[in-house]
């Protein structure tokens, strides 16, 4: 059975940091790239950063490069998103997803989330100012 389980959220003042953790199992972790997504209320599902597994090679979206840091640990078949200089507008709840359509490009990932083939349940951020 496939799970993606995505943890660590919670509520941060601005400038603050957190960590989400994205575990996954039943798939073959080193085929896949992972892939953080965020909704908040009222607004369309973004693109955050993207993972491929094999080599750690990570995308951003503009709006949290330098802030967001998206590594791996192979070992543990996890993948963590370390948020930093949080604002009020990273608030939301963040998904992870997997696929294998590794074609696109990590970066084209980011908005291309039908292609996702796993997700996991949301995970609440939410900064205040």
């Known amino acids: 059975e496939v799970q993606l389980q995505a943890y660590g959220g919670g509520s941060v003042q601005a400038g603050g940091s957190l960590r989400l953790s994205c575990a996954a199992s039943?798939?073959?972790?080193?085929?896949?790239?992972i892939c953080w997504f965020r909704q908040a209320p009222g607004k369309e599902r973004e693109g955050v950063s993207c993972i491929d597994n094999s080599d750690a090679t990570t995308s951003y979206a503009d709006s949290v490069k330098g802030r967001f840091t998206n590594f791996g640990d192979n070992a543990k078949n996890t993948v963590y998103l370390q948020m930093s200089s949080l604002k009020p507008g990273d608030s939301a709840v963040y998904y992870c997803?997997?696929?294998?359509?590794?074609?696109?490009?990590?970066?084209?990932?980011?908005?291309?989330?039908?292609?996702?083939?796993?997700w996991g349940k949301g995970t609440q951020v939410t900064v205040s100012s």
């Open positions: 039943g798939f073959t972790f080193d085929d896949y790239a």
């Open positions: 997803a997997a696929t294998s359509t590794l074609d696109y490009g990590l970066g084209a990932l980011l908005i291309l989330d039908t292609v996702m083939e796993y």
